[in-house]
T-cell receptor, first 112, second 112 residues
Framework: NAGVTQTPKFRILKIGQSMTLQCTQDMNHNYMYWYRQDPGMGLKLIYYSVGAGITDKGEVPNGYNVSRSTTEDFPLRLELAAPSQTSVYFC???????????FGQGTRLTVV | KQEVTQIPAALSVPEGENLVLNCSFT??????LQWFRQDPGKGLTSLLLIQSSQREQTSGRLNASLDKSSGRSTLYIAASQPGDSATYLCAGTTGTASKLTFGTGTRLQVTL
């Protein structure tokens, strides 16, 4: 059982470039999330989705976009990369409200 | 707004010692609290999930407690081993959609 899979694992972007971080889960979970983790800081919620076709902003959504066309996939889009977006990005999923959350292995992004 | 604090930020103990990690939160209307382990450069691994109606959960050498009235959770690790060395994160869920609010973690080192 693969769980939550994120690609790529590492990426270096130049300022102004765009990219999509991929996240897929095979647990038939309804809820999916994107968090970012900066050194010395707790994880911050970027966007979340409670089902296909439904997305909402988290605590730090500026500079990002998401879509949820299927239950399995929840890609995160960076349109104009900025140095402030250098971080480790984690995708997570849970079956429904108040159940255990499972995390992917993360994508380490550097914007130069 | 929920805020989660973990103290101490770092802890070093000799192998075999029992230890307690602390987590405090400001909003007592918490639905559940989850403890995670994070190894360097890796994703988050779920250790224990405590629902608001529960007082504690146990898994092997780990025991987590939740006291909503005092805004505290503890993770007890019995007979610590070098393999327990990692960063331990707690996260609370409040509101809808099971959005997690994370503490900044306690970095644990178990020495031989």
């Amino acid at each position: 059982n693969a769980g939550v899979t994120q690609t790529p694992k590492f990426r270096i972007l130049k300022i102004g470039q765009s990219m999509t971080l991929q996240c897929t889960q095979d647990m038939n979970h309804n809820y999916m999330y994107w968090y970012r983790q900066d050194p010395g800081m707790g994880l911050k919620l970027i966007y979340y989705s409670v089902g296909a076709g439904i997305t909402d902003k988290g605590e730090v959504p500026n500079g990002y976009n998401v879509s949820r066309s299927t239950t399995e996939d929840f890609p995160l889009r960076l349109e104009l990369a900025a140095p402030s977006q250098t971080s480790v990005y984690f995708c997570a999923s849970s079956y429904r409200s108040y159940t255990e959350a499972f995390f992917g292995q993360g994508t380490r992004l550097t914007v130069v | 707004k929920q805020e989660v604090t973990q103290i101490p930020a770092a802890l070093s103990v000799p192998e075999g010692e029992n230890l307690v990690l602390n987590c405090s939160f400001t909003d007592s209307a918490i639905y559940n609290l989850q403890w995670f382990r994070q190894d360097p450069g890796k994703g988050l691994t779920s250790l224990l999930l405590i629902q608001s109606s529960q007082r504690e959960q146990t898994s092997g050498r780990l025991n987590a407690s939740l006291d909503k009235s005092s805004g505290r959770s503890t993770l007890y690790i019995a007979a610590s081993q070098p393999g327990d060395s990692a960063t331990y994160l707690c996260a609370g869920t409040t509101g809808t959609a099971s959005k997690l609010t994370f503490g900044t973690g306690t970095r644990l080192q178990v020495t031989l």
